[in-house]
């Protein structure tokens, strides 16, 4: 379709930009803020641009960050002993809203996967490596996500903290809160037996 | 959740503004906008700023428009002495990108609602009633939903048209192409044996 006029067509492209927005979901979204919400165009347009300019990546969680300080990286955090190492944002912002943990985390912005290029170097491991040898960490919790390329990730992280001489955790997998053992699939129920827990 | 940096909660808070978009998609979109495409974030703010600046509507159609003539109010549309009412802008691009049809339109942007406020102003009823008195409109295609405001809409317009003295027609309604008699809902059903055409 060409029958976009130049401006509105650049826009629905760079909405199909986003993740989960395809053409359709694009033409709506550029027609709702044209139509009714321009107010909140402008103000989407105003928060990317401040956004970008202010955010960036903290240099010892690797979290994003705007301020001097970041605000997973303070002393308190520290003194707990305690480094938390996750996939993505979205998993520390998880951990943080659904948990009491307050120590210290680091993003790993991805996991260990060769056939995508993305390798130790990409992780950032050598910052957590400094990380790890700074002597405050005591317990290094992995919890990258359960799947073959996350406990891969989890594998190497726990070489290198072992190497470290810090103490090397990994998050409990097993039935979900609320699930009934009847529904769960096969590999979380071996899963759950095998990593029973004495009560 | 007050655990976000103020602009990042910010550049959510106004994700969560576009048609569709829960909490969970605007911090998904945020983060991958930051961590992974922040040419594409660039963009975005910059398409935005262009297309509000830009974009307005056509005082003869209500559609939207960047330039002086309109696209869609030609005087070979004009000439074709057709007329086609359509409730949003997007049923103007899937007529458009569906059928040879190539004559002007008219935006209704939204449909007659009189619980939600909406009545004969708020369509521009008074503009269309100036295209139908011109002289030069000899029928009138009413393309409206057939939802049962829609059907609302279309009987209002057939009084104004027939007052204005231009042939009106509906766009036809029945069975989908493709579609089989046996898992077609009754109303389209009823409707398609009592609007059935000779052969």
Same mark, same amino acid.
């Given at each position: ?67 001097? +300080? ?6 308190? =955090? /520290?003194?707990?002993?305690? *480094?938390?190492?996750?996939? !993505? $944002?979205? %998993?520390?912002? +998880? ?6 943990? =307050? /120590?210290?985390?680091?993003? *790993?912005?991805?996991?260990? !996967? $060769?056939? %995508? ?83």
């Amino acid at each position: 379709m060409n029958t976009y006029t130049p401006r509105l067509a650049r826009l629905i492209e760079a909405l199909r930009k986003l993740p989960g927005v395809g053409p359709k979901s694009a033409q709506r979204m550029a027609f709702h803020l044209l139509d009714r919400d321009r107010q909140g165009a402008r103000n989407l347009a105003t928060a990317l641009g401040e956004a970008l300019d202010a955010i960036g990546r903290c240099p010892g969680c690797r979290m994003f960050c705007e301020d001097q +300080a970041c605000r997973y990286c303070t002393p308190a =955090r /520290g003194a707990s002993g305690l *480094l938390c190492v996750v996939e !993505s $944002p979205a %998993d520390l912002m +998880a951990i943080e809203a659904a948990s009491a943990y =307050r /120590g210290r985390y680091f993003v *790993l912005m991805g996991r260990l !996967s $060769p056939l %995508d290029g993305v390798g130790p170097e990409e992780l950032g491991l050598s910052v957590l490596q400094e990380v790890l040898d700074g002597g405050q960490i005591q317990e290094m919790i992995v919890a990258t996500n359960p799947t073959v390329e996350g406990e891969a990730t989890a594998y190497y992280l726990a070489e290198i903290g072992k190497a470290a001489g810090v103490r090397v955790s990994r998050i409990a997998h097993g039935i979900p809160m609320g699930g009934e053992l009847e529904y769960v699939d096969g590999g979380t129920l071996a899963h759950a037996l095998s990593g029973r827990t004495p009560v």
